[in-house]
């Protein structure tokens, strides 16, 4: 089962719960009896691997120069 994060809507009490998925997200907060809700926190993305740079899916034949790249007037 997940552990979530809870605030308190009248003492403003953090406090963490394990509950299921299926739960509501609403508690008692184990202070003041008050009525909690859940927080959202934000979830870390790591990437790990090849291939999440520019530099690692080209090649040095595949990149492009800059002076082929601007057009000339003549």
Do not use: N, W
Request: proline share 8%; net charge positive.
């Amino acid at each position: 089962m997940p552990t979530y994060q809870y605030r308190c809507l009248d003492c403003q009490t953090q406090f963490e719960l394990r509950q299921s998925f299926h739960d509501q997200p609403l508690a008692d907060c184990p202070k003041c009896k008050g009525v909690s809700r859940r927080i959202f926190c934000p979830v870390p993305i790591l990437f790990k691997g090849p291939g999440f740079y520019v530099t690692d899916s080209r090649g040095d034949g595949d990149r492009k120069s800059d002076a082929g790249a601007v057009a000339t007037k003549d």
